[in-house]
């Protein structure tokens, strides 16, 4: 539609999750009209974005060392260990203020239809892990949706000889979304009101 430069940025947008045609256009023109300033700083963080971020290589959190930020932190407790599914998720539950134990962040869940299985999730990192044997419970926040709850059951299933207390969010989350959408308040009271998963 448009010639060269400005075509080729648009349809890179395009190309974004969640970014339709006509937002993209939106966005391209923005950035065309933008402080060439503030421009050159969005190109830089997006080359340092592939360049220095990586995952922590214990919990698999985005990290910008060896370890992330939460790994690293001496005053969190080793004992309560929290499952998710992304680093998305450790920030909304890092939002709520609620929880200072450690993360678990799995790259997924299980989904048999996209033939994602326990194999392709860092599962077998965090069996490691509990093995240590610091771990005196495990919160389940994968999200409330049908390959969330599958995950979850499965987890609690596979920590079930190993006497640790498996536990899920309250119900009250926004059922079949994202553990993201859920606005702090509502994850919080979630996380307060946790029950032990039964098997
Ligand atoms: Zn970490």
Do not use: W
Request: hydrophobic share 40%; aromatic share 6%; net charge negative.
């Amino acid at each position: 539609m448009y010639e060269g430069a400005i075509q080729d940025l648009i349809d890179e947008l395009g190309r974004l999750p969640g970014i339709g045609p006509k937002s993209a256009q939106r966005i391209a023109f923005h950035i065309l009209s933008a402080d060439p300033i503030d421009v050159k700083r969005f190109a830089s963080t997006l080359e340092r974005v592939k360049n220095s971020v990586r995952f922590c290589t214990v919990c698999f959190n985005v990290a910008e060392a060896e370890l992330c930020r939460i790994c690293r932190d001496p005053r969190r407790t080793d004992e309560i260990l929290c499952v998710v599914e992304e680093p998305k998720d450790v920030v909304a539950v890092e939002r709520t203020g609620e929880f200072r134990g450690r993360y678990h962040v799995l790259g997924g869940a299980i989904n048999p239809l996209e033939g994602i299985g326990p194999d392709n999730l860092r599962i077998r990192e965090l069996m490691v892990r509990l093995a240590a044997g610091s771990v005196q419970e495990l919160i389940l926040a994968t999200d409330p949706n049908t390959e969330g709850e599958a995950t979850a059951t499965y987890l609690a299933l596979l920590v079930k000889p190993m006497r640790i207390r498996a536990t899920r969010l309250a119900s009250g989350l926004p059922v079949g979304g994202d553990l993201e959408y859920a606005d702090e308040i509502t994850l919080g009271r979630a996380f307060e009101g946790r029950r032990t998963v039964e098997l």
